[in-house]
């Protein structure tokens, strides 16, 4: 087994979109080729304007971190790759992205998110992290398919499972 640093991960925003799905499934494909850990990552914030007593029990991180794990058992079952790690970040997509792409070979989004405060994530955010990310980014579509180029990588991720 090869040695892995935090750089050699493949980051993937998810906000249990479709298309944050697809990008999570995607990623994983190409995680599972490039031999590199795969890192699932949402983000929270306090919605603004708000009374907090309003809130009661209720929390944006354990609300976060209900989205991101029903998002994963969309995309895997019961079963998430090896090496797999889903994380909750604080702040604002954009930025939470952008900033763990320092320490990432690679970066995948959705083309499109939920928007507004259910979602938070991609749309807008997609642009921002295409923008200033520090790592190379991938951003597909909900739709998007796997096809074989005839190269072996081509060949390994089209049979790999979805």
Same mark, same amino acid.
């Given at each position: ?7 050699d ?5 998810v906000?249990g979109?479709?298309?944050?799905i697809?990008?999570?499934?995607y990623a994983?494909?190409l995680?599972?080729?490039l031999d590199a ?9 306090y919605?603004?304007y708000?009374?907090?007593a309003? +809130? /009661? ?6 609300? &976060?971190?209900?989205? $991101?794990?029903?998002?994963?058992? @969309?995309?895997?079952?019961?079963t998430?790759p090896?090496?797999f790690?889903?994380?909750?970040l604080p702040g604002s ?5 952008i900033?763990a ?7 995948? +989004? /959705?083309s ?5 405060? &259910?979602g938070l994530? $991609?749309g807008?955010?997609?642009n @921002?992290c295409?923008a200033h990310?520090?790592?190379?980014v991938?951003?597909?579509?909900a739709d ?5 180029d005839?190269s ?11």
């Amino acid at each position: 087994m090869s040695e892995h640093t935090d750089t050699d991960r493949i980051i993937v925003g998810v906000d249990g979109s479709p298309s944050s799905i697809a990008a999570l499934r995607y990623a994983a494909r190409l995680a599972r080729v490039l031999d590199a850990p795969l890192e699932a990552i949402t983000t929270w914030v306090y919605p603004p304007y708000v009374d907090y007593a309003l +809130l /009661g029990d209720w929390s944006p991180e354990e609300h &976060a971190r209900a989205a $991101l794990d029903e998002a994963v058992t @969309a995309a895997f079952g019961g079963t998430p790759p090896e090496r797999f790690t889903a994380t909750t970040l604080p702040g604002s997509p954009a930025d939470a992205l952008i900033g763990a792409s320092k320490d990432a070979q690679m970066l995948v +989004l /959705g083309s499109r998110g939920h928007g507004g405060f &259910a979602g938070l994530l $991609l749309g807008s955010v997609s642009n @921002a992290c295409a923008a200033h990310a520090r790592c190379p980014v991938l951003i597909l579509r909900a739709d998007v398919a796997v096809e074989d180029d005839g190269s072996a990588p081509g060949r390994h991720a089209a049979a790999a499972p979805a």
